[in-house]
């Protein structure tokens, strides 16, 4: 489990490139740091930015799952890309987040998971492996992904699903199977 997760934390820090100008805390390290701290959870990642539609239909779907599902292992930790945080911030105060909220203001963890529509998101395993990846929030949808969360919570095993069969560090190369849907 420690070398997948030591692979998303690379694959997360290659987009980083250590200059002394570099912030302290990057968004790349935030997200490092969220992930560590939930090493051997279930881990929704939700990007997101102040101006989607669907976004503000997601938000109170994702503090209820936070809720719900915490105590059995799971988290969602959120990526604004808004390139002013003060929109983010706005957004907040009108929908609030039960959950870890990183900025990613030049969109480079974005950029990484090649991330196309708001919102989009990512439900990893306990072994750090992503198994499903959407594009979009559909309401009608939300047993299903309610379902792919239950299924990897009462799973442990790192080849659960055929839906995304790579793991995070061949995101970069390695185009995974999409839910290429528009946002409602």
């Not at 002394?20 to 990057?26: G, K, N, R, T």
């Not at 997200?31 to 939700?46: F, S, T």
């Not at 292992?73 to 959950?99: K, M, R, W």
């Not at 439900?123 to 969360?149: A, C, M, P, W």
């Amino acid at each position: 489990m420690k070398k997948t997760l030591a692979l998303v934390l690379f694959l997360i820090a290659f987009t980083a490139s250590a200059t002394a100008a570099e912030q302290v805390d990057s968004p790349q390290q935030s997200l490092e740091q969220a992930l560590l701290k939930q090493e051997g959870k279930v881990v929704y990642i939700d990007f997101w930015a102040s101006w989607c539609g669907p976004c503000v239909k997601s938000f109170p779907w994702m503090n209820k799952i936070q809720q719900q599902f915490k105590e059995q292992g799971f988290t969602v930790i959120s990526i604004n890309l808004d390139a002013d945080e003060t929109n983010a911030q706005q957004f907040l105060q009108d929908n609030p987040a039960s959950f870890a909220v990183i900025y990613d203001p030049k969109g480079t963890i974005a950029k990484h998971f090649s991330i196309q529509g708001m919102p989009t998101s990512m439900l990893i395993n306990r072994d750090g492996v992503i198994k499903y990846r959407h594009s979009g929030f559909f309401t009608g949808k939300i047993n299903q992904y309610e379902d792919e969360i239950k299924r990897l919570l009462n799973s442990s095993s790192p080849t659960l699903s055929k839906d995304i069969p790579n793991k995070t560090h061949n995101m970069a190369h390695n185009k995974t199977k999409r839910d290429n849907h528009e946002s409602e």
